[in-house]
């Protein structure tokens, strides 16, 4: 069975700093774009960053870019986002996300097979 499960979120300040992580299990991460998205209450799910499978290519929504950064670590089926200078606006869950077996990345919430629970990052002082 597919599973992904997020932690690493918390509470805290602008300017601060947090590394989220998704381990995945059931399948080998190696074979998935693994994706990172946030959802706010009232909005649509809204994609920050993915890394794509074959060549560890990494895209980022403009928001975060030089804030945001996502790597994985296939031998522990786990995918990070270390998130810098956050600031209030970044509060959010966040969820990580695996497309189907040898799909690249997009910024597109419904083309992904697989969600996790979401983890809740909140940012203030």
């Known amino acids: 069975q597919v599973q992904l499960v997020e932690s690493g979120g918390g509470l805290v300040q602008p300017g601060g700093s947090l590394r989220l992580s998704c381990v995945a299990s059931?399948?080998?991460?190696?074979?998935?774009?693994v994706g990172w998205f946030r959802q706010v209450p009232g909005k649509e799910r809204e994609g920050v960053s993915c890394?794509?499978?074959?060549?560890?290519?990494?895209y980022y929504a403009e928001s975060v870019k030089g804030r945001f950064t996502i790597s994985r670590d296939n031998a522990k089926n786990t995918v990070y986002l270390q998130v810098n200078s956050l600031k209030s606006e970044d509060t959010a869950v966040y969820y990580c996300?695996?497309?189907?077996?040898?799909?690249?990345?997009?910024?597109?919430?419904?083309?992904?097979?697989?969600w996790g629970q979401g983890t809740q990052v909140t940012v203030s002082s």
């Open positions: 996300a695996a497309r189907k077996k040898f799909m690249g990345c997009t910024g597109v919430a419904r083309l992904y097979a697989y």
């Open positions: 059931g399948f080998n991460s190696d074979y998935y774009a």
């Open positions: 890394i794509s499978r074959s060549d560890g290519r990494q």
